[in-house]
Nanobody, 120 residues
Framework: QVQLVESGGGLVQAGGSLRLSCTAS????????MGWFRQAPGKQRDLVAA???????NYADSVKGRFTISRDNGKNAVYLQMNNLKSEDTAVYYC??????????????WGQGTQVTVSS
């Protein structure tokens, strides 16, 4: 099993920044891709950004140019730097780890979620 623990969520004003962190309990072939999904109440859980162990990245169009995903393979960690936050970014953010890139909202391992609230 792989456990994922997130941190860094909070309340921020529009235009502000937050940095999310996620650490996996161990590294396996099933953590080749790590990333972040988000879910607002009443909405689907959607991919925000993902990164492979080789630093290939994928971003949702809505966050391109504002969010930056990175990882530290030695620490089994993935980070999401969120700049120029908008009220539309308000959601619970979930860390995810999986073997291959994909937008399946149920695949792989999942963290408990961390709340991000952006006020405007």
């Amino acid at each position: 099993q792989v456990q994922l623990v997130e941190s860094g969520g909070g309340l921020v004003q529009a235009g502000g920044s937050l940095r999310l962190s996620c650490t996996a309990s161990r590294s396996t072939v099933s953590t080749n891709v790590m990333g972040w999904f988000r879910q607002a109440p009443g909405k689907q859980r959607d991919l925000v950004a993902a990164i492979s162990s080789g630093n290939i990245t994928n971003y949702a169009d809505s966050v391109k140019g504002r969010f930056t995903i990175s990882r530290d393979n030695g620490k089994n960690a993935v980070y999401l730097q969120m700049n120029n936050l908008k009220s539309e970014d308000t959601a619970v953010y979930y860390c995810n780890a999986r073997r291959w890139f994909g937008a399946d909202s149920q695949d792989g391992y999942w963290g408990q979620g961390t709340q991000v609230t952006v006020s405007s």
